[in-house]
């Protein structure tokens, strides 16, 4: 079977391959830098609230964006919806060391360690987020 991303006959994409940054709902934007900040390790200072409902965190590589969504509904009752299934995960070197870092911060646990690689937590507005080893 062929590649269309490889075929010649196929016209160049104006898009880059590559992702700029990843937005996360939240439903209480300066709660959510606050939690961020602290399993992320940064200063909250370091992250501005933009328009009231963006928070770029300082990341390494691709963004992430915290944002309350007030056109995805994050105007209506109950807020935008939470991600269920992880989407992106965050990199560790030392995996057990980063499951007793959450443990001890109180962050939910949704999976135990999983096969030596990974483990997902849920942050309080229940966006389910892997972690994973480099």
Same mark, same amino acid.
């Given at each position: 079977?062929?590649?269309?991303? =490889?075929?010649?006959? @196929?016209?160049?994409?104006p898009?880059? =391959?590559?992702?700029?940054? @990843?937005?996360?709902? &939240? ?9 961020? %900040?602290?399993?992320?390790?940064? =200063?909250?200072?370091? +992250?501005?609230?933009? +328009? ?23 105007a209506?009752?109950?807020?935008a919806? %939470?991600? %269920?299934?992880? +989407?992106? #995960? ?7 060391? %980063?499951?007793?870092? #959450?443990?001890? =911060?109180? &962050?939910?646990? &949704?999976?135990?360690? #999983?096969?030596?690689?990974?483990? @997902?937590?849920?942050d ?7 972690v994973?080893?480099?």
């Amino acid at each position: 079977m062929s590649s269309k991303l =490889n075929d010649p006959s @196929v016209g160049q994409s104006p898009l880059k =391959n590559k992702i700029g940054s @990843v937005f996360l709902p &939240v439903r209480d934007i300066g709660q959510a830098r606050e939690w961020y %900040s602290r399993i992320l390790g940064f =200063n909250p200072a370091d +992250a501005e609230i933009i +328009a009231g409902h963006l928070c770029p965190l300082p990341m390494e590589g691709t963004g992430l964006i915290l944002d309350t969504m007030p056109m995805w509904g994050g105007a209506e009752e109950g807020g935008a919806p %939470s991600i %269920s299934t992880p +989407a992106f #995960m965050f990199l560790t070197d030392d995996l057990e060391a %980063s499951y007793k870092f #959450m443990q001890e =911060n109180d &962050v939910t646990l &949704v999976t135990e360690i #999983m096969y030596e690689q990974w483990f @997902v937590i849920q942050d309080p507005d229940g966006n389910k987020l892997m972690v994973a080893k480099e």
